[in-house]
């Protein structure tokens, strides 16, 4: 993060732990930002996203510009960030966040067919698990709509970064209040649409169940 | 997004209501992504930030390569996103997410002296809403290390995206339950530091509250 932040953990390439961690982040945002440059400019779109092994998949509509220009082979930085919580220190210049982000810099390919449709279905299933079991298959004419691309999380393209636990221990006096505040993305009840048919299924309490509520207890929280 | 989604709002540049909207996300939302080019190549990182009036506000680093990039007249695409619920359909290729979107173009001008102090103030403030009355001020030195740059919000130079609602009502026959499953940015309960002196401040209390979860109910959810 571009700000006063201390990194508990030094920005590596390609290490083994790193690429752990680097992939649990995958695994857990839902969405992240597409960077291209465009006549000379930067640009960014955001897109969801799936982890699929050694490599993130993205898809749009043929019809959307960033999309065809990545499927043209454009550089693309693509980067996931999440907010895990804010670090309140004895000071405005020592306080932070608590974050993990990363990027990886590469050109996407484009998938085709049958690989193209096995990626739709594992994007789908990465947001809403089993949700492919629970729908009819995507027809040829959705297939030919949507463009199916791929980056490769290759070794010394990619960066980590993070920073996590409590404020760093004050070496001046001071008189405040430090600790931090933990954030996390959450999930609320499912709202039925007028035309939804049966229970709340699999897939919806799944996602649910990934993303819940940090805690928050009336009877005072415990020490970081 | 650059998915399958149905924009209920085409993207428009400047109007009044849209402007109206963008300002609530930027104040809304905790991390922006901030790309630029690098030796013809998309670079990006995230950043915190501030809305204030008609510019966002972000600091850094003397040291760190981006922000002097930035703090050089480096041209820059500013990109927030809040995923608001993932939108379940009837088939995967309907399904899509509720977000709100922006990208602001342009670049960034350094604030110096007594400007860039009230800059970091309202940068500390935007998150803690009146940390910085419970703690000292910042230092000179502190000030002298952090790089203070502010992007303007100028007609015609920003895109404001959203999807929001339930999903399309379908035009097929189909037997799967639909709707929508909200999503939030959650604070938990403030964890404090060892160190920490006295009762949880206004400021902390003032962020959680900023950040609730959204519904959850074990009695049923109601309708979209």
């Known amino acids: 993060m571009a700000d006063r932040t201390r990194l508990t953990r030094k920005p590596e390439r390609g290490s083994g732990s790193d690429r752990a961690r680097l992939d649990a982040l995958l695994d857990e945002a839902l969405v992240a930002t597409v960077a291209t440059v465009d006549e000379g400019m930067p640009w960014v779109v955001p897109v969801l996203f799936a982890r699929d092994g050694d490599r993130v998949l993205i898809h749009g509509s043929t019809g959307a ?65 089993g949700r492919t079991h629970e729908v009819r298959a995507s027809l040829p004419k959705e297939l030919a709509a949507t463009l199916t691309l791929a980056l490769p999380i290759e070794d010394g393209s990619w960066l980590y970064k993070e920073r996590v636990g409590p404020p760093g221990e004050p070496d001046e006096e001071h008189a405040a209040w430090c600790g931090v505040v933990p954030l996390a993305v959450t999930a609320g009840s499912p709202q039925p649409a007028p035309w939804a048919l049966g229970p709340v299924p699999a897939s919806v309490n799944a996602l649910v169940a990934a993303y819940p509520a940090p805690a928050l207890s009336d009877a005072g929280p415990g020490p970081v």
């Open 65 to 129: 510009g960033a999309m065809r220009q990545l499927a043209q082979g454009a550089p693309a930085a693509f980067s996931v960030t999440a907010i895990d919580g804010i670090v309140v220190a004895e000071s405005t210049f020592e306080s932070s966040a608590n974050y993990r982000s990363a990027v990886l810099r590469g050109t996407f390919a484009v998938l085709a067919s049958d690989e193209a449709s096995r990626a739709l279905d594992l994007l789908s299933n990465r947001i809403l698990p």
